[in-house]
């Protein structure tokens, strides 16, 4: 098997930006893989879970059944602990987004000279001002990006009305997002599958990835043995 040409990191900048992807507590590559393999595990069980319970529903004489998915609105009933554990998993990688984000920025503060600090950046979501430090001062082909980092910023909405608001949407606004996981009932939003928040994941992913490669392309980081 090829595993490509080893690297060497060239130096104390190199080593801290290329750990917030490869450190084995919290990097990037192994935090994602434990995020999406606790999501798909424990959605598929509650997912298994609740087609036995309808199953045993069912079995019951027709008009009881009937009578029972009507009084207990049994599908929203038995969903309810999914979109629970599915919201909290979106506030969690959210919070390691914006986490990382800030390791990255500040990690680059201190070894590049920089005309303008973090704390200069004062508009916006603390995502967006990070981000907006790097584009500015680190990596500006990072404004490239712009697009996925605008679907991530409609993730921020809805994490906020989860957190703030107990899912009534105030911030996020359903024209944004448009899933078939995601269920819209008048003012109040519900998760139905893990599928959507596997896709939050996957962006975050990606974006997190393009801004390690940008600055170890920049500063040439990496030297790569022949």
Same mark, same amino acid.
């Given at each position: 098997?090829?595993?490509?040409?080893?690297?060497?990191?060239?130096?104390?900048?190199?080593?801290?930006?290329?750990? /917030?992807?490869?450190?084995?507590?919290?990097?990037?590559?192994?935090?994602?893989?434990?995020?999406?393999?606790?999501?798909?595990?424990?959605?598929?069980?509650?997912?298994?879970?609740? @087609?036995?319970?309808?199953?045993?529903? #069912?079995?019951?004489?027709? #008009?009881?059944?009937?009578?029972?998915?009507?009084?207990?609105? =049994?599908?929203?009933?038995?969903?309810?602990?999914?979109?629970?554990?599915?919201?909290?998993?979106?506030?969690?990688?959210?919070?390691?987004?914006?986490?990382?984000?800030?390791?990255?920025?500040? =990690? /680059?503060?201190?070894?590049?000279?920089?005309?303008?600090?973090?704390?200069?950046?004062?508009?916006?979501?603390?995502?967006?001002?990070?981000?907006?430090?790097?584009? #500015?001062?680190?990596?500006?082909?990072?404004?490239?990006?712009?697009?996925?980092?605008?679907? =991530?910023?409609?993730?921020?909405?809805?994490?906020?009305?989860?957190?703030?608001?107990?899912?009534?949407?105030?911030?996020?606004?359903?024209?944004?997002?448009?899933?078939?996981?995601?269920? @819209?009932?008048? #003012?109040?939003?519900?998760?139905?599958?893990?599928?959507?928040?596997?896709?939050?994941?996957?962006?975050?992913?990606?974006?997190?990835?393009?801004? =390690?490669?940008?600055?170890?392309?920049?500063?040439?980081?990496?030297?790569?043995?022949?």
């Amino acid at each position: 098997m090829n595993f490509g040409k080893a690297r060497h990191f060239k130096n104390e900048f190199s080593e801290e930006i290329n750990s /917030c992807n490869e450190n084995e507590s919290d990097g990037i590559l192994i935090t994602i893989r434990r995020f999406e393999y606790f999501i798909k595990s424990v959605s598929n069980q509650i997912e298994s879970d609740n @087609i036995l319970i309808k199953k045993e529903i #069912d079995k019951e004489e027709f #008009d009881v059944a009937i009578s029972m998915r009507k009084q207990f609105n =049994i599908d929203s009933n038995l969903n309810y602990f999914l979109d629970n554990i599915l919201k909290s998993n979106l506030v969690g990688i959210y919070s390691y987004f914006e986490h990382t984000l800030k390791n990255i920025s500040k =990690i /680059c503060e201190s070894h590049i000279s920089t005309t303008k600090t973090i704390a200069s950046f004062k508009n916006g979501s603390l995502i967006n001002r990070y981000n907006s430090f790097l584009i #500015d001062q680190v990596i500006p082909l990072l404004s490239n990006e712009n697009q996925s980092f605008e679907r =991530i910023l409609v993730w921020n909405k809805l994490r906020n009305d989860i957190v703030h608001q107990n899912s009534f949407i105030e911030k996020f606004n359903p024209k944004d997002l448009v899933h078939n996981s995601l269920l @819209i009932q008048e #003012d109040t939003f519900q998760f139905l599958k893990s599928d959507i928040i596997i896709e939050f994941l996957q962006e975050i992913e990606s974006y997190l990835f393009k801004i =390690i490669k940008l600055i170890n392309e920049k500063y040439d980081l990496i030297q790569y043995s022949k």
